[in-house]
């Protein structure tokens, strides 16, 4: 059985394109599986970011930045595409390793078993700018998604983890107080609802 990235990202409209995009990016910054990928983080977050400022200028704009938005489209699903077949190729058949890249994975069933929800059993400060989480296991799991939100209206960023003893929120900013929800991931890009929000400060 091949496990292979799922390639949907060319059905996602703008706004979700460019939000993929970044998502991409995001996932792979300091990943330790994809330290050589062809396009870099940095490359690809101002990618998308270009690619969402197009898309914003063509709301009301001129058939000229619409195309210039098609334009930087094509582009960054030619990105994409780039990053989805150096994923596979370094991820060599490991379902985890393709999920921690921030690419879905293609369904290898008709029928996938559901996965089962999770909950947050503790969060704790384990150093500066980072919190520990301790997770409910979760039946039929491939990855446990973490959401956090700096309060009060900070933007939500998301890390992915496949063991649910061992989640480390990193980068987040001493004094603040963060909201954080988990959804469970399966096979076949099943995914659950969010458990519910525990919030804890960062030191």
Not at 33 to 49: D, H, K
Not at 104 to 128: D, K
Not at 165 to 194: C, F, K, P
């Amino acid at each position: 059985m091949k496990n292979r990235v799922l390639r949907d990202y060319a059905g996602k409209t703008d706004g979700q394109l460019g939000d993929f995009g970044l998502h991409i990016a995001t996932s792979l910054t300091g990943n330790p599986n994809f330290t050589t990928p062809p396009v870099t983080p940095a490359a690809l977050t101002t990618q998308a970011t270009g690619f969402n400022a197009a898309v914003s200028a063509c709301v009301n704009g001129t058939p000229a930045q619409t195309l210039d938005k098609n334009t930087k489209r094509d582009a960054l699903i030619t990105t994409l595409d780039q990053l989805a077949s150096y994923v596979e190729l370094m991820a060599a058949n490991d379902a985890a390793k393709i999920i921690s890249s921030g690419f879905n994975l293609a369904s290898n069933t008709r029928n996938p078993v559901a996965p089962g929800v999770t909950s947050i059993l503790s969060v704790t400060n384990v150093a500066s700018g980072k919190l520990g989480l301790e997770l409910q296991v979760a039946d039929n799991a491939w990855a446990y998604v973490v959401e956090y939100t700096a309060q009060p209206n900070g933007a939500k960023q998301t890390q992915t983890f496949t063991n649910p003893h061992d989640v480390t929120l990193t980068g987040l900013t001493a004094g603040t107080m963060y909201a954080i929800r988990v959804q469970v991931m399966g096979s076949g890009n099943q995914v659950t609802e969010w458990c519910d929000t525990v919030s804890h400060m960062a030191t």
